[in-house]
């Protein structure tokens, strides 16, 4: 499963890129506007960003419009950033319309705020390169967001739909265990939840433990040379 953060923040995404495991970043509105900075600059930086790890990746930017001929003219502009750019479209009929005509021009797009199975399908059918699911809004209103990803795994797989799934809101590391054993093609996360993955007492305890004992050992062999015994 591809890990992507979820954030406009440049810091972050450079904390995060420098560990070498990120495949993606994906913005939304919200995130962008947090931010306070252009929005193509800070487009591009991520990009620069990205590149520089060596890795392949994708950059989700969204269209803020509601008509379709507006969302084709703003994703061309969005795709025109840097080819690795993919075009963030809401679900909602004229989003759909604009991502089957994007997908004809060979412009990859994201179709987001999916909370259904028949939403995903929707999205598939209109030819999105990837649909996200929001799994922590979901559970807010007390549905089972992972159940959702499990759903549009089996659809997707019953019709072969190649529409990679994203899953999105994502609240807690238990979020994106269970989106890898759901068949999740990609997790994006926020950065307080991505650098919890780390997190395990035992690793903390077991490191700690390991390093002492190799100091002390050190301290042993620097004690024995000084007074002529071990070389
Ligand atoms: C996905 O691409 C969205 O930006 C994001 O995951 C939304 O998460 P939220 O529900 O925490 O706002």
Same mark, same amino acid.
């Given at each position: 499963?591809?890990?992507?953060?979820?954030?406009?923040?440049?810091?972050?995404? *450079? !904390?995060?890129?420098?560990?070498? =495991?990120?495949?993606?970043?994906? +913005? $939304?509105?919200? /995130?962008? &506007?947090?931010?306070?900075?252009?929005?193509?600059?800070?487009?591009?930086?991520?990009?620069?960003?990205?590149?520089?790890?060596?890795?392949?990746?994708?950059?989700?930017?969204?269209?803020?419009?509601?008509?379709?001929?507006?969302?084709?003219?703003?994703?061309?502009?969005?795709?025109?950033?840097?080819?690795?750019?993919?075009?963030?479209?809401?679900?909602?009929p004229e989003g759909i319309a604009a991502v089957?005509?994007?997908? *004809? !021009?060979?412009?990859?797009?994201? =179709?987001?705020?999916?909370?259904? +199975? $028949?939403?995903? /399908?929707? &999205?598939?059918?209109?030819?999105?390169?990837?649909?996200?699911?929001?799994?922590?809004?979901?559970?807010?209103?007390?549905?089972?967001?992972?159940?959702?990803?499990?759903?549009?795994?089996?659809?997707?797989?019953?019709?072969?739909?190649?529409?990679?799934?994203?899953?999105?809101?994502?609240?807690?590391?238990?979020?994106?265990?269970?989106?890898?054993?759901?068949?999740?093609?990609?997790?994006?996360?926020?950065?307080?939840?991505?650098?919890?993955?780390?997190?395990?007492?035992?690793?903390?305890?077991?490191?700690?433990?390991? /390093?002492?004992?190799?100091?002390?050992?050190?301290?042993?062999?620097?004690?024995?040379?000084?007074?002529?015994?071990?070389?």
């Open positions: 499963m591809k890990l992507y953060l979820d954030t406009g923040n440049i810091e972050e995404i *450079r !904390e995060v890129a420098a560990l070498g =495991v990120l495949d993606g970043v994906t +913005t $939304n509105p919200t /995130l962008i &506007a947090r931010e306070g900075k252009d929005f193509t600059q800070v487009i591009r930086e991520i990009v620069g960003i990205l590149k520089a790890t060596g890795k392949e990746f994708t950059v989700s930017a969204e269209v803020t419009d509601l008509h379709a001929d507006k969302m084709v003219e703003q994703g061309r502009a969005l795709a025109a950033i840097d080819p690795h750019v993919v075009v963030k479209v809401p679900l909602i089957h005509r994007l997908s *004809r !021009e060979g412009i990859r797009t994201n =179709v987001t705020l999916c909370f259904s +199975t $028949n939403q995903a /399908l929707l &999205a598939a059918k209109a030819g999105a390169f990837i649909v996200s699911p929001f799994v922590g809004r979901l559970d807010d209103i007390g549905e089972q967001g992972l159940g959702l990803i499990r759903d549009i795994r089996r659809v997707f797989d019953n019709y072969h739909f190649t529409t990679q799934i994203l899953t999105a809101s994502i609240r807690h590391p238990l979020h994106v265990t269970e989106a890898a054993l759901a068949g999740s093609d990609i997790a994006t996360i926020p950065k307080q939840v991505f650098m919890k993955l780390f997190h395990h007492p035992l690793t903390e305890q077991g490191n700690e433990k390991f /390093l002492r004992d190799w100091r002390a050992y050190e301290e042993q062999l620097r004690r024995g040379t000084q007074h002529g015994g071990a070389q």
